[in-house]
T-cell receptor, first 115, second 113 residues
Framework: DTEVTQTPKHLVMGMTNKKSLKCEQHMGHRAMYWYKQKAKKPPELMFVYSYEKLSINESVPSRFSPECPNSSLLNLHLHALQPEDSALYLCASSRSSGTSGYEQYFGPGTRLTVT | GENVEQHPSTLSVQEGDSAVIKCTYSDSASNYFPWYKQELGKRPQLIID?????GEKKDQRIAVTLNKTAKHFSLHITETQPEDSAVYFCAASIREYGNKLVFGAGTILRVKS
């Protein structure tokens, strides 16, 4: 399996809802990432997990809560979001997050709309 | 922190012509430079990458060049085809920040047939 999968494809939620995004890979990668992408903009890094431990948090508001239950799964828990959080949320994975640079492969994303 | 600038923001070429997109980076410690292609409504797709110990890399119609002294790298697409139309993002990886990718703003490439 050479793909990163994400569910759901689309999500509409109110500002008081709690929802979760899910990402899965079966490539044996040990680093996983969450990115946020607004329309016509590049992806912006939110979180990096390396060997199931959070290694980078790009000062993301606490209403976004990542979780890495095992080396194949990555979740993003959402709570009390704002309309400006509406975006495409992309998951990516790579062999590791070491310093020599490894290819990152993206999932198809979850299109999130906050109403 | 690292800053990546990408030019041009839009590029229109005739089918069969070449296209060149240029990026500059600020952090001399960056050592990995991937290029992603993103079609409308789809995921970013890695099309080619280069590491700082290499000056040029080719893959069929696509090539990337890196000038570490000038801190810039370029994507070259030859014999463009309509299916090359997409948004292209360059990125640079910060060595001490463990594979964190900083992206350029993107280039919309339109190939006219």
């Amino acid at each position: 399996d050479t793909e990163v999968t994400q569910t759901p494809k689309h999500l509409v939620m109110g500002m008081t809802n709690k929802k979760s995004l899910k990402c899965e890979q079966h490539m044996g990668h040990r680093a996983m990432y969450w990115y946020k992408q607004k329309a016509k903009k590049p992806p912006e890094l939110m979180f990096v997990y390396s060997y199931e431990k959070l290694s980078i948090n790009e000062s993301v508001p606490s209403r976004f809560s990542p979780e890495c239950p095992n080396s194949s799964l990555l979740n993003l828990h959402l709570h009390a979001l704002q309309p400006e959080d509406s975006a495409l949320y992309l998951c990516a994975s790579s062999r590791s997050s070491g310093t020599s640079g490894y290819e990152q492969y993206f999932g198809p994303g979850t299109r999130l709309t906050v109403t | 922190g690292e800053n990546v600038e990408q030019h041009p923001s839009t590029l229109s070429v005739q089918e069969g012509d070449s296209a060149v997109i240029k990026c500059t980076y600020s952090d001399s410690a960056s050592n990995y430079f991937p290029w992603y292609k993103q079609e409308l409504g789809k995921r970013p797709q890695l099309i080619i990458d280069i590491r700082s110990n290499v000056g040029e890399k080719k893959d069929q119609r696509i090539a990337v060049t890196l000038n570490k002294t000038a801190k810039h790298f370029s994507l070259h697409i030859t014999e463009t085809q309509p299916e090359d139309s997409a948004v292209y993002f360059c990125a640079a990886s910060i060595r001490e920040y463990g594979n964190k990718l900083v992206f350029g703003a993107g280039t919309i490439l339109r190939v006219k047939s």
